[in-house]
């Protein structure tokens, strides 16, 4: 194996910048689609456990639909189909004059996405309170909403915070996708970084570092999270 | 007040109730008792409407429960109810248990609220323990909070869904105290239960049911004097001789 | 929007079928090898062996910690460094995917070994059998037949992360359909199709996991 070392490249300018740069884009886009895919997500998970048949119906065909196809698939399809099937005035908008396309197009379609997983975790979170407490709230003569809103979803986020954390972190590792449509975050830099400087090995060394490094930070801040929202013999669910 | 005639219920083409008629007055304490399986739980969570019925008609005063226009939550407000598996909300302490119904259902404001919780803590043994959360507490103590909780919303009925069954043998009777001090102070009752120490002494009519049907349907002295049917007799004997 | 062209799908079925087949060769390969070495790892980790299985688990939460487009540019760049010759993308691409792949079935199979009670293994012991033979007839069969709609659910995700081979260009299922989407300015029809095509499958296949979750006993 024959191959020139040079870690210096790496604290180098431009190269630095170029990292610092892509990860601001990587964690951008992973908050930003993270907030859509909760809400939607939340949305749905409540959909599903809903007492209307209807309801159930468009969460579960929400989920089946994303779920099934390829991430990357989604992202071609929200990027080239999508503004082809606009009327032609909003189209044109789209395709020429929408700000940051790659990364409005990247939000959107991991945004979407994840929520399809969100909503099952929100679902199974809502299964896991159990059909008693929905009875006892009911008993009290609580409405459906408010069965949901004051018992049902604060036990069932509680019992998902981890689940909803590597849910994050898939969303941290899938914005890599963006690079496909070129806006180019952490991963789409370093591969930058090869190809200018053929320093391959280190260029992928900083990112698996940062990637890692986020990763842990992360998965700390949600043991933190847990124990400060933890409540006397609750039990968490399994990832 | 409570008023139950012919009501049945499917679950596919299983029938769990079977043209089920009964009646509780203002004041009196109806026990339920029967073998698993035989419907009584089910029966008795068609009163509030949290089992929907097929056929039939239920009365709650002048509310008709199986009525699809009815306000459930509007009835439910008024009538309390106890679960087997307590049910306390697990995310909020005894005292906040007590009080939600009253702030959110009936929209009482929070001094009031909470000077009623506690006052219905200390009438069930728990003043001390308004602080902690239920999973802090023991059974029979979580089944008491329970009682409260339905009591905080000044019902004109009581519920209970096998109350003690899931209780350790040492609190079933604290919660039985309770029951009996509620009865005694003329509380309507509906409960589904297996003591019938309790039965004994408190209940006005026991109905007696299985295979979702109402096999007995007699005056304490009477169904415990001389139950009439045989499989009545059989399961008093069964549960009385150990 | 314009009038769907069927035709150009029907044409260029051959080229498709190709691409298909990389898509599945590498599916099954990448399942075949990631399961191979994923209940290695999976074993490592149980049996608590001191650095052994640290080093195990430390494998395991690092690939899966990564992206894994990030870890398919990895081995692209790497196997035909450490090899010394140019190789084929598909060979690096497999690598990629039987390591990575190999992160996420050992934790699959941990927990399906996990979640037999140890009351089975108890039992099994008192009836005088040997660790090995607890495993191959007590743990291992429940633990399986446990595993086999979330084995199949990960391999019908990992059927869909196939398609990340666009990235180093490979000849898959979608980067087949892409070049002629390019070449002949039919970007709806081709990529409309690759998705009917993947759900169809993808739907089929998470249907019979379902099936097969709900016929076993709890």
Redesign the interface.
């Known amino acids: 194996m024959q191959y020139n070392w040079d870690w210096g490249i790496l604290f180098r300018d431009p190269y630095i910048w170029w990292l610092v740069d892509g990860l601001q884009w990587t964690l951008t886009i992973a908050i930003c689609a993270w907030v859509i895919a909760f809400c939607l997500g939340s949305i749905l998970g409540i959909m599903r456990t809903s007492i209307n048949p209807y309801l159930r119906f468009i969460g579960t065909a929400y989920v089946e639909l994303f779920r099934n196809v390829p991430l990357l698939v989604q992202l071609f399809l929200w990027y080239f189909v999508f503004p082809e099937l606009l009327p032609e005035e909003a189209g044109r908008w789209v395709k020429r004059e929408m700000p940051m396309p790659g990364f409005t197009t990247t939000v959107l379609a991991l945004g979407l996405y994840t929520a399809s997983r969100l909503c099952e975790q929100v679902r199974s979170g809502i299964e896991a309170v159990g059909i008693g407490q929905r009875n006892a709230g009911r008993a009290i003569g609580l409405s459906e909403t408010k069965v949901y809103i004051h018992i049902l979803l604060p036990n069932a986020y509680r019992i998902i915070i981890a689940p909803l954390t590597s849910e994050f972190l898939t969303i941290f590792k899938n914005s890599s996708l963006a690079l496909t449509i070129g806006v180019i975050e952490l991963t789409g830099m370093t591969r930058q970084i090869e190809e200018y400087t053929f320093q391959g090995f280190e260029a992928f060394t900083a990112a698996t570092v940062i990637y890692s490094l986020v990763t842990f930070t992360v998965m700390g801040f949600m043991l933190h999270l847990e124990k400060r929202l933890y409540v006397p013999g609750m039990i968490a669910a399994e990832k | 007040m409570i008023l139950m005639e012919n009501v049945s219920k499917w679950y596919g083409s299983f029938q769990v109730l079977n043209g089920c008629t009964t009646s509780v007055s203002k004041g009196e304490v109806v026990v339920v008792c029967g073998p698993s399986g035989s419907g009584k739980s089910t029966l008795i969570k068609t009163v509030n409407g949290l089992e929907t019925i097929q056929e039939g008609k239920i009365t709650v005063e002048e509310t008709i429960v199986s009525n699809r226009k009815t306000n459930l939550n509007q009835l439910r407000s008024r009538i309390g109810m106890v679960f087997q598996n307590f049910e306390l909300f697990p995310h909020m302490s005894v005292l906040e248990n007590v009080k939600l119904g009253q702030m959110k259902v009936l929209g009482r404001a929070d001094s009031e609220s909470e000077n009623k919780a506690k006052l219905l803590l200390d009438r069930v043994g728990l003043a001390d323990h308004a602080a902690k959360f239920p999973s802090q507490l023991s059974g029979g103590q979580q089944q008491r909070v329970a009682i409260a909780r339905g009591l905080a919303m000044d019902p004109i009925a009581m519920l209970f869904d096998e109350p003690t069954s899931a209780l350790d043998p040492e609190m079933i009777n604290d919660v039985l105290d309770v029951m009996v001090e509620l009865a005694n102070d003329g509380m309507t009752m509906m409960v589904v239960t297996h003591e019938m120490g309790f039965a004994k002494k408190v209940a006005d009519r026991v109905v007696f049911m299985d295979e979702g049907k109402i096999i007995e349907d007699a005056t304490k002295d009477d169904f415990f004097g001389s139950p009439r049917s045989d499989r009545a007799q059989q399961f008093l004997s069964k549960i009385l001789s150990y | 929007?314009g009038d769907f062209d069927f035709a150009i799908i029907y044409n260029n079925l051959p080229f498709l079928l190709e691409g298909m087949k990389t898509t599945l060769l590498l599916t099954v390969a990448a399942i075949f090898g990631g399961i191979v070495i994923g209940t290695v790892l999976a074993m490592i980790r149980l049996a608590n062996i001191p650095v052994l299985s640290w080093v195990a688990a430390a494998y395991v939460n690092?690939f899966r910690?990564?992206?894994?487009?990030?870890v398919i540019?990895?081995l692209y760049?790497?196997v035909p460094?450490?090899l010394?010759r140019p190789v084929g993308a598909f060979a690096s691409v497999l690598v990629a995917f039987v390591l990575f792949e190999a992160a996420y079935y050992s934790e699959i199979i941990r927990?399906g070994i996990s979640s037999i009670r140890s009351g089975q293994a108890a039992a099994a012991r008192a009836i005088g059998m040997t660790y090995s033979q607890t495993m191959r007839f007590i743990v291992l069969p429940q633990a399986f037949k446990a595993m086999i709609p979330v084995l199949l659910t990960q391999a019908?995700i990992l059927f869909?992360?196939t398609?990340?081979v666009?990235?180093v260009g490979l000849k898959d299922f979608?980067v087949s359909a892409?070049l002629i989407?390019n070449r002949d300015q039919k970007?709806?029809e081709m990529?409309?199709f690759?998705?009917v095509v993947?759900?169809t499958i993808?739907?089929a296949g998470?249907m019979i996991a379902s099936r097969i979750q709900r016929k076993l006993p709890v």
């Not at chain 3, 910690?65 to 990030?70: D, F, R, T």
């Open positions: 929007m690092f910690s990564l992206p894994l487009i990030l540019f990895w760049f790497l460094l450490i010394g927990a019908i869909q992360d398609s990340l666009y990235v979608l892409e989407a970007l709806i990529f409309v690759v998705a993947y759900f993808c739907f998470s």
